[in-house]
């Protein structure tokens, strides 16, 4: 599929595909929660991140001009046509060659620091210049600051639990810590954005995410891993080797069926 | 039987969280109502839990939580005696009365 990439759509879709994404690895949850009644909170969440995605999908399919629609954005762009965090796009649920995976830890934590970052993207794109987003954001704040809070209280209550929850809790933090420094790099598309009163550049959150992650950290009796020289690139379309085999599952059904219903 | 917000004594474990039980509030002006039961490790889990088990398709507007060893109920084998007698008091219906056609809902 050809895309008419813009850095304005660039900077849309990378708030969409990170939705899209974390959504699809908290869907994997669907069935298979440590106890049922987390396992409907997980894929609520899930589904609140899927109608994020949705509603920025159609929007930027609008904007790319050639009458593109949300399920063809979402299903028939190839890998580097994604623009999500490479956090997003890690195992969550399976484990794969390169990453544990399967660790419940690993899922609350992530959950926490995306919520995080994305509620505070939120807060600062209600005052877009871009009228269709300020009202997608004036929405998904609610539910980002409540995913922040639901996801926030479990790193609480694993850090200062038990010795082995406090132990997975360190692990889950050295493995997803190296991916946050994507979250706040900062490059031309978001330049353009600021210009032009779209949103804020991604260092703009650092800041805010830093005291308040820090401060529920704190809490739960974890500390911040120093941060390392490594600065992932999903939102340049250069993903980890996770991406492909998401695609491949997520996309089948519409590859193979094109515009199916039912 | 031990209070089950308490950590467990050293050398055992609990498999199961304790039980609450879930009233929700439709909307403003209406009473609490009981809709379920869930299990939770302790009370702010359990508010949270009872919004995603409870009340994801609009249900309420306000929720409660208590535990369910907390309630202190009838006995079924007391039903005979508390509430069969109650049977035939229909005078204690206030339904002979004519009320003013200005007052709804009584």
């Given at each position: 599929?050809?895309?008419?990439?813009?850095?304005?759509?660039?900077?849309?879709?990378?708030?969409?595909?990170?939705?899209?994404?974390?959504?699809?690895?908290?869907?994997?949850?669907?069935?298979?929660?440590?106890?049922?009644?987390?396992?409907?909170?997980?894929?609520?969440?899930?589904?609140?991140?899927?109608?994020?995605?949705?509603?920025?999908?159609?929007?930027?399919?609008?904007?790319?001009?050639?009458?593109?629609?949300?399920?063809?954005?979402?299903?028939?762009?190839?890998?580097?046509?994604?623009?999500?965090?490479?956090?997003?796009?890690?195992?969550?649920?399976?484990?794969?060659?390169?990453?544990?995976?399967g660790d419940f830890a690993d899922t609350v934590l992530r959950n926490f620091l995306l919520a995080c970052w994305l509620r505070l993207l939120w807060q600062r794109l209600a005052g877009s210049s871009d009228g269709e987003l300020a009202a997608i954001a004036g929405k998904a704040v609610k539910e980002a600051r409540y995913h922040e809070q639901h996801a926030g209280d479990w790193v609480i209550r694993l850090g200062d639990g038990t010795e082995e929850s406090a132990a997975r809790m360190r692990a889950a933090l050295a493995r997803a810590w190296?991916?946050?420094?994507?979250?706040?790099?900062?490059?031309?598309?978001?330049?353009?954005?600021?210009?032009?009163?779209?949103?804020?550049?991604?260092?703009?959150?650092?800041?805010?995410?830093?005291?308040?992650?820090?401060?529920?950290?704190?809490?739960?009796?974890?500390?911040?891993?120093?941060?390392?020289?490594?600065?992932?690139?999903?939102?340049?379309?250069?993903?980890?080797?996770?991406?492909?085999?998401?695609?491949?599952?997520?996309?089948?059904?519409?590859?193979?069926?094109?515009?199916?219903?039912? | 039987?031990?209070?089950?917000?308490?950590?467990?004594?050293?050398?055992?474990?609990?498999?199961?969280?304790?039980?609450?039980?879930?009233?929700?509030?439709?909307?403003?002006?209406?009473?609490?109502?009981?809709?379920?039961?869930?299990?939770?490790?302790?009370?702010?889990?359990?508010?949270?839990?009872?919004?995603?088990?409870?009340?994801?398709?609009?249900?309420?507007?306000?929720?409660?939580?208590?535990?369910?060893?907390?309630?202190?109920?009838?006995?079924?084998?007391?039903?005979?005696?508390?509430?069969?007698?109650?049977?035939?008091?229909?005078?204690?219906?206030?339904?002979?009365?004519?009320?003013?056609?200005?007052?709804?809902?009584?």
């Amino acid at each position: 599929m050809e895309l008419r990439l813009t850095p304005q759509l660039q900077y849309l879709l990378r708030i969409a595909d990170t939705c899209l994404i974390h959504a699809q690895r908290l869907a994997e949850w669907c069935g298979h929660g440590p106890v049922l009644e987390e396992d409907i909170a997980l894929t609520n969440m899930a589904l609140d991140l899927l109608g994020q995605a949705r509603a920025l999908l159609t929007h930027a399919a609008a904007l790319e001009g050639q009458g593109l629609d949300e399920d063809q954005m979402a299903f028939l762009r190839d890998e580097r046509q994604f623009f999500n965090l490479t956090l997003a796009e890690q195992p969550m649920r399976r484990s794969s060659a390169h990453s544990p995976g399967g660790d419940f830890a690993d899922t609350v934590l992530r959950n926490f620091l995306l919520a995080c970052w994305l509620r505070l993207l939120w807060q600062r794109l209600a005052g877009s210049s871009d009228g269709e987003l300020a009202a997608i954001a004036g929405k998904a704040v609610k539910e980002a600051r409540y995913h922040e809070q639901h996801a926030g209280d479990w790193v609480i209550r694993l850090g200062d639990g038990t010795e082995e929850s406090a132990a997975r809790m360190r692990a889950a933090l050295a493995r997803a810590w190296p991916y946050t420094a994507e979250m706040f790099a900062s490059d031309a598309v978001d330049d353009s954005a600021v210009a032009s009163g779209l949103g804020p550049a991604r260092q703009a959150l650092q800041a805010d995410w830093q005291r308040d992650v820090g401060a529920v950290l704190q809490e739960a009796g974890l500390a911040a891993p120093a941060s390392t020289p490594f600065v992932s690139t999903g939102t340049r379309g250069l993903h980890s080797e996770h991406l492909g085999f998401m695609l491949a599952e997520m996309q089948m059904l519409q590859r193979s069926f094109p515009g199916g219903r039912w | 039987m031990t209070d089950q917000n308490e950590r467990p004594e050293p050398g055992t474990t609990t498999t199961e969280w304790p039980l609450w039980e879930v009233f929700v509030r439709p909307k403003a002006g209406l009473d609490h109502k009981h809709c379920g039961s869930l299990h939770a490790a302790d009370a702010a889990m359990a508010v949270q839990l009872a919004r995603e088990v409870y009340t994801r398709r609009q249900e309420g507007t306000s929720v409660w939580v208590v535990k369910s060893s907390d309630i202190t109920a009838s006995d079924p084998g007391d039903k005979a005696m508390y509430f069969d007698p109650m049977e035939d008091k229909v005078y204690r219906h206030p339904s002979f009365y004519k009320l003013p056609g200005s007052v709804d809902h009584m």
